[in-house]
C-alpha cells in the first residue's frame, strides 16, 4: 500500500534517527563517567523548573494570607512566606549548580570528543588504498565525514539530553495546568507545532546544500592553498594567475552565500509568521487564567503559578520541538561521518611473511592493470623476471606505465589481470606490512616533510629511526651528509618553513634527503628509485650509483630513469611503450637491437656532442 506524501515526510523524517544510538556510543566510549553526570544533571534539571513555579504560588498565596490574617496570625503567616521564600531561593540555588554542571561536562567532552573522532577518521584512512584518495567521489565522502564531524555526535547527545529534560518538565506543567483544565495542557502541546514542521523541512533543506557542495568546498580549499603556499606562489606571481584564482574563490562563495541567503531568509519569515501563533495561544491562556481568577474559580497564587507555567510550559514545548529539529539535522550530518566509517574495505593482507624461494626473485606473469573507468590499460600483459641479486633498469617515455608497475610492486595498487610473485609467492598472499618491509622505494614525487632533518630521514625505518648511527650512514650513503654537518642544528635542524626557525633546501639537497630516507631500510631485500636523481647534477648522480652498487651487490634494484648514464649499469633493461614491454635485454643489446632504447640513447648522446 502506496503511503499518503506527509506520512512519507514524517517516515523519512525519523528515519534519521537511528544515528542517535551511534553517536551516544561514541560519547559513552569517551567518557562514560562524563555521560553519566550530564544525564543526571538533566534530570534534576527537568524536574525543578516546575517545583520552582509551584514554590512561587505558594509564596502567593502565603503573602495574601498574611495580609488578609488577623493580627495575632499575621507572625505565623509571615514565617511561613520566608519559609517558602528561602525554599524558592535553595531551589534556584540548586538549578543553577546543576546547569553549571551539565555546561562543564560538555565543555570537558566536547574537547575529548573532537579529539576522538578525528582519530577515527585517520584510523579509516590509514586503512583505505591509494585508489580511495584518487577517487573524488570517495575524496567528497572524507570531507563530508571531516565537516562538523567533531562537534555533531556531542551535540546529537546534548539535544538528546536537552529533549529528555524539557520532557520531563512538560510532564509536571502538564501535571499542574490539568489541575486548571485538560485543554489548556492540549492548547500547550499544540501551539508550537506548525513552527516545527517548518524547521525540520528547513533543517533538510540546508543539509542537502551543504551535502551537495563538497567539491565545491574542496576546490576552494584547494585555490586558498595555491595562493598562500610556498611551492605554489612562485608560478603565482610569474603567471600572475593570482587575481585569476582569487576570482574563482570569490565566485564559489557567492554561488554557495546566494543560496545561504535565500534559505536563511526563507527560514526566517516563517519562523517569525508561525511564531505568532504560539505567541497568540498563550495570550489566549493569559486571559482564560485572568478571568478565570476575577471569577474567583481559582486564587491569585494559582493565576500567578499558571500564568508562569504557561509560559515555561511553552518554552518548553518550544525548546522540545527544537531539540528534535536539531536531533534530525544532527543525524542527518552524523549519517556522512557513519558512512565513511562503514565504507568496506577489501582485505587487502594476506599472512605469510616469506616465500618458498628466496631465490626467485621476482615475477610478472601476464600483469594487466586499468585505472577505474579507462578503457586503455596502463599496463598490458607484462611478462617480467627479476632474479635475486639482479639490478633492473626501466626505461620509457611519460605515460608508458613505469610508475604504475613500481605501484604494483609495492601493493599500492592491484593487478585488473594476472599476479606478481615475490620470493614464488603471490602478492596478494604476503602480509602487507611484512611485503613492504622488505621494499624500500624512493618515487619522484616524494614527500618534503616539514620535520627535522633526523626525522626526514629516520622515517624512511620507523622501527629504528632511533638509531643515530643509521641516520647518519644513511645521509653519508644518499650523499646528504655534507650539507647537513653545515646546517645550524645539523640532524636537528628544522625543515621546510612551516614551522618557527625552518630551513628550505634546494632541489637537489631534498632530493638527497630522500635518498637517505630509502637507503635507511638497511634491511630491505628490494630497492627502489624512481627518477631519483631528475634534480641532481651529474657529478653526484655518478657518486650515488657507484655507491647504489655496492649497497644493492647482493638485492634486486630496480631504477626508473630518464637518463642513460644511470641506465646502462643495470644487468637488466627494459622499454616500456604504452603499458608493454617492447623491447628488454643489456645495454649492449639493445644497442646492437637498434630499436627504440638505441633510438632514445642516441638522441640523449647527441646533447653532450
Known amino acids: 500500500m502506496k503511503q499518503s506524501a506527509p506520512v512519507q515526510l514524517i517516515t523519512k523524517f525519523f528515519s534519521v534517527f537511528k544515528y542517535s544510538r551511534v553517536a551516544i556510543e561514541i560519547v559513552w566510549s569517551t567518557s562514560a563517567a562524563l555521560t553519566i553526570t550530564m544525564a543526571v544533571a538533566t534530570l534534576l534539571a527537568g524536574v525543578l523548573p516546575a517545583a520552582i513555579a509551584y514554590v512561587g504560588q505558594l509564596i502567593v498565596d502565603a503573602v495574601v494570607t498574611a495580609i488578609?490574617?488577623?493580627?495575632?496570625?499575621?507572625e505565623a503567616a509571615t514565617r511561613l512566606t520566608i519559609f517558602y521564600v528561602l525554599?524558592?531561593?535553595?531551589?534556584?540555588?540548586?538549578?543553577?549548580?546543576?546547569?553549571?554542571?551539565?555546561?562543564?561536562?560538555?565543555?570537558?567532552?566536547?574537547?575529548?570528543?573532537?579529539?576522538?573522532?578525528?582519530?577515527?577518521?585517520?584510523?579509516?584512512?590509514?586503512?583505505?588504498?591509494?585508489?580511495?584518495?584518487?577517487?573524488?567521489?570517495?575524496?567528497?565522502?572524507?570531507?563530508r565525514a571531516r565537516r562538523e564531524a567533531s562537534s555533531r555526535p556531542l551535540s546529537l547527545v546534548v539535544r538528546t539530553f536537552d529533549l529528555v529534560r524539557e520532557s520531563i518538565s512538560l510532564?509536571?506543567?502538564?501535571?499542574?495546568?490539568?489541575?486548571?483544565?485538560?485543554?489548556?495542557?492540549?492548547?500547550l502541546g499544540f501551539a508550537g507545532l506548525p513552527a516545527f514542521l517548518a524547521e525540520a523541512k528547513f533543517s533538510g533543506e540546508a543539509f542537502r546544500n551543504q551535502r551537495s557542495r563538497s567539491a565545491e568546498r574542496r576546490m576552494q580549499i584547494y585555490l586558498e592553498m595555491v595562493l598562500t603556499r610556498e611551492d605554489g606562489v612562485k608560478e603565482v606571481k610569474l603567471l600572475k594567475i593570482g587575481k585569476l584564482f582569487l576570482q574563482r574563490y570569490v565566485d564559489i562563495f557567492l554561488r554557495i552565500y546566494k543560496e545561504d541567503r535565500s534559505?536563511?531568509?526563507?527560514?526566517?519569515?516563517?519562523?517569525?509568521?508561525?511564531?505568532?501563533?504560539?505567541?497568540?495561544?498563550?495570550?489566549?491562556?493569559?486571559?482564560?487564567?485572568?478571568?478565570a481568577a476575577i471569577a474567583t474559580t481559582i486564587t491569585i497564587g494559582q493565576m500567578t503559578m499558571y500564568i508562569a507555567v504557561f509560559r515555561q510550559g511553552q518554552s518548553s514545548v518550544t525548546n522540545s520541538l527544537t531539540a528534535i529539529n536539531g536531533m534530525y539535522e544532527d543525524n542527518l550530518y552524523l549519517s556522512n561521518l557513519v558512512e565513511f566509517l562503514d565504507h568496506k574495505v577489501s582485505e587487502t593482507t594476506g599472512t605469510q611473511t616469506e616465500g618458498p624461494d628466496p631465490q626467485?626473485?621476482?615475477?610478472?606473469?601476464?600483469?594487466?592493470?586499468?585505472?577505474?573507468?579507462?578503457?586503455?590499460?596502463?599496463?598490458?600483459?607484462?611478462?617480467?623476471?627479476?632474479?635475486?641479486?639482479e639490478s633492473l633498469a626501466i626505461v620509457g617515455e611519460n605515460g608508458s606505465g613505469k610508475t604504475t608497475l613500481i605501484k604494483l610492486l609495492t601493493r599500492l595498487y592491484t593487478p585488473t589481470h594476472g599476479r606478481i610473485l615475490l620470493e614464488g609467492l603471490d602478492l596478494q598472499q604476503w602480509d602487507i606490512d611484512a611485503l613492504r618491509y622488505k621494499i624500500g622505494v624512493i618515487f619522484q614525487?616524494?614527500?618534503?616533510?616539514?620535520?627535522?632533518?633526523?626525522?626526514?630521514?629516520?622515517?624512511?625505518?620507523?622501527?629504528?629511526m632511533a638509531e643515530q648511527s643509521q641516520i647518519e650512514s644513511a645521509a653519508q650513503d644518499g650523499l646528504a651528509a655534507d650539507f647537513i654537518q653545515h646546517m645550524p642544528d645539523s640532524y636537528e635542524t628544522q625543515l621546510g618553513t612551516w614551522f618557527k626557525g625552518g630551513k628550505e633546501l634546494s632541489g637537489g639537497q631534498w632530493q638527497k634527503?630522500?635518498?637517505?630516507?630509502?637507503?635507511?631500510?638497511?634491511?630491505?631485500?628490494?630497492?627502489?628509485?624512481?627518477?631519483?636523481?631528475?634534480?641532481?647534477?651529474?657529478?653526484?648522480?655518478?657518486?650515488?650509483?657507484?655507491?647504489?652498487?655496492?649497497?644493492?651487490?647482493?638485492?634486486?634494484?630496480?631504477?626508473?630513469?630518464?637518463?642513460?648514464?644511470?641506465?646502462?649499469?643495470?644487468?637488466?633493461?627494459?622499454?616500456?611503450?604504452?603499458?608493454?614491454?617492447?623491447?628488454?635485454?643489456s645495454h649492449t643489446s639493445l644497442l646492437a637491437l637498434e630499436g627504440q632504447y638505441a633510438r632514445l640513447f642516441n638522441l640523449q648522446a647527441q646533447g653532450y656532442m
Open 171 to 187: 510532564v509536571s506543567y502538564g501535571f499542574l495546568l490539568f489541575q486548571f483544565s485538560p485543554w489548556a495542557v492540549l492548547l
Open 68 to 74: 488578609q490574617a488577623p493580627s495575632e496570625s499575621k
Open 513 to 585: 634527503i630522500a635518498l637517505s630516507r630509502a637507503f635507511m631500510r638497511s634491511h630491505a631485500d628490494v630497492l627502489i628509485l624512481d627518477e631519483p636523481t631528475a634534480a641532481i647534477d651529474a657529478k653526484a648522480e655518478a657518486e650515488i650509483f657507484a655507491h647504489f652498487r655496492e649497497l644493492t651487490a647482493n638485492r634486486i634494484s630496480i631504477i626508473i630513469s630518464h637518463r642513460f648514464s644511470t641506465v646502462r649499469i643495470a644487468d637488466h633493461i627494459i622499454v616500456l611503450d604504452g603499458g608493454e614491454i617492447t623491447e628488454e635485454g
Open 360 to 389: 626467485d626473485g621476482i615475477r610478472f606473469e601476464g600483469v594487466s592493470f586499468y585505472y577505474p573507468e579507462s578503457a586503455r590499460p596502463a599496463l598490458n600483459n607484462v611478462n617480467l623476471h627479476i632474479k635475486a641479486g
Open 263 to 291: 534559505l536563511v531568509l526563507r527560514r526566517g519569515l516563517w519562523g517569525y509568521l508561525l511564531g505568532l501563533v504560539a505567541s497568540a495561544a498563550f495570550y489566549f491562556a493569559y486571559g482564560w487564567v485572568v478571568f
Open 445 to 464: 614525487d616524494f614527500s618534503r616533510y616539514q620535520l627535522k632533518v633526523g626525522d626526514n630521514i629516520g622515517i624512511g625505518d620507523v622501527e629504528n
Open 87 to 143: 525554599c524558592e531561593a535553595g531551589l534556584v540555588v540548586f538549578i543553577t549548580g546543576v546547569q553549571r554542571v551539565s555546561t562543564i561536562c560538555q565543555s570537558i567532552l566536547r574537547v575529548l570528543l573532537g579529539n576522538k573522532i578525528n582519530v577515527m577518521i585517520l584510523e579509516k584512512s590509514l586503512t583505505l588504498e591509494l585508489q580511495h584518495f584518487e577517487d573524488s567521489e570517495y575524496y567528497d565522502k572524507l570531507v
